[in-house]
């Protein structure tokens, strides 16, 4: 169960996941060590009543979206249990709600077992918040999802926000080169999620991010940004392009 949350939290925006049984129990989390285990039993508790409440007039609902003013709180619903995820406000939930239909699925299989019961709360103080170079990114449809994120104006990288380009870390590039089994790559093709708009552009690594800052993140300038109609924080699917050339991480 720990390897789906550890999935789960791959999701660009979401900070912590937990499963709740349909008592409003918490069964298993995965959140930083900032939250204690007295915040997640009372927010648990909240939602398992505000679900109750909702099967009544509603029918019951697959997913819901609680915004607040700097977080969102997603609950996915499963016949026997609950999926609770704190996010940050920009979080894609087109991008979330896909990975957690493949979760869901995981989830009930573990929980039916009876196979997976867990004796305590998971919480390694080893995992930390930004730590998400050791997980893998989400499967998006044909590709791998990433956060889009805007090319800094500085004078090194003005003319290159006048110009289609796209950036990438070591962990990205080495992520997408063993999804599609590729070795080394030139170009790649980036798909906005929500008006299907693709486009191809030349790749560039980061070659400097010992922090880890660029996890996941495709950082593009702003010509392109504008090209695909995206923003700051959405989401986005991408592809290897196979038309030949060697750039990629190898190297670099």
């Known amino acids: 169960m720990l390897e789906v949350l ?70 996915k619903t499963m016949p026997s249990s609950y999926l609770f995820l704190l996010c940050g406000k920009e979080v894609s939930l087109q991008l979330l709600s896909m990975s957690l239909n493949v979760a869901a699925k995981r989830i009930e299989r573990l929980v039916s077992s009876r196979k997976d019961q867990p004796d305590h709360m998971v919480q390694p103080s080893a995992i930390q918040p930004n730590a998400t170079h050791a997980a893998t990114l989400p499967v998006v449809g044909r590709g791998l999802g990433l956060q889009v994120q805007l090319m800094k104006s500085t004078s090194f990288t003005y003319w290159d926000n006048m110009l289609e380009s796209l950036a990438i870390n070591r962990f990205t590039s080495v992520q997408l080169s063993d999804h599609f089994k590729t070795g080394s790559f030139k170009k790649l093709k980036l798909t906005n999620l929500s008006t299907k708009t693709s486009k191809k552009f030349p790749v560039r690594i980061v070659k400097d991010d010992s922090e880890h800052m660029f996890d996941g993140k495709a950082v593009i300038s702003l010509a392109a940004m504008e090209s695909l109609g995206m923003k700051q924080g959405d989401s986005v699917m991408v592809e290897i392009d196979l038309g030949g050339g060697f750039l990629g991480w190898e190297g670099v």
Not at 7 to 31: A, H, K, Y
Not at 47 to 67: K, Q, S, Y
Request: net charge negative; glycine share 10%; charged share 20%.
């Open 6 to 75: 550890q999935q789960i939290n791959t999701v660009p925006g979401v900070m912590g996941s937990l499963i709740l049984n349909d008592e409003g129990c918490l069964s298993w989390r995965l959140f930083p060590p900032l939250f204690d285990a007295s915040m997640l039993e009372e927010a648990a508790s909240a939602v398992a009543d505000g679900m109750i409440a909702l099967e009544g007039p509603t029918g019951g609902a697959d997913l819901i979206d609680f915004r607040f003013r700097d977080a969102r709180v997603v609950v």
